[in-house]
Nanobody, 114 residues
Framework: QVQLVESGGGLVHSGGSLTLPCTASESIASFVTIGWYRQAPGNERDLVARTTGGGGTIYADSIQGRFTLSRDMNTVYLQMTALKPEDTAVYYC??????????WGQGTQVTVSS
């Protein structure tokens, strides 16, 4: 069973930075896509950033230029800068394998104070 373990959440002031690592129990190469979604209270879970085939990355419009997704063999990192109060949410790591099975991490809270 694939496991995705997130860390790095916390409280930060507006304009600050955080990095969220997500470590997978398998190599990143095992997945068609891996990345991050977030869910604010009362909202749906939305894409933040995820990898695409060929080594590319898709980013949500709301975080373009502020967040960067990077990766190594087993971990993807969401580097968040210039954080805003509207970035406050629970952030979830997500992966989908070549059999279209989907996996979610347990979530990590990010709170940005104004």
């Amino acid at each position: 069973q694939v496991q995705l373990v997130e860390s790095g959440g916390g409280l930060v002031h507006s304009g600050g930075s955080l990095t969220l690592p997500c470590t997978a129990s398998e190599s990143i190469a095992s997945f068609v896509t891996i990345g991050w979604y977030r869910q604010a209270p009362g909202n749906e879970r939305d894409l933040v950033a995820r990898t695409t085939g060929g080594g590319g990355t898709i980013y949500a419009d709301s975080i373009q230029g502020r967040f960067t997704l990077s990766r190594d063999m087993n971990t993807v990192y969401l580097q968040m800068t210039a954080l805003k109060p509207e970035d406050t949410a629970v952030y979830y790591c997500y992966a989908r394998d070549f059999y279209n099975r989907e996996y979610w991490g347990q979530g990590t809270q990010v709170t940005v104070s104004s």
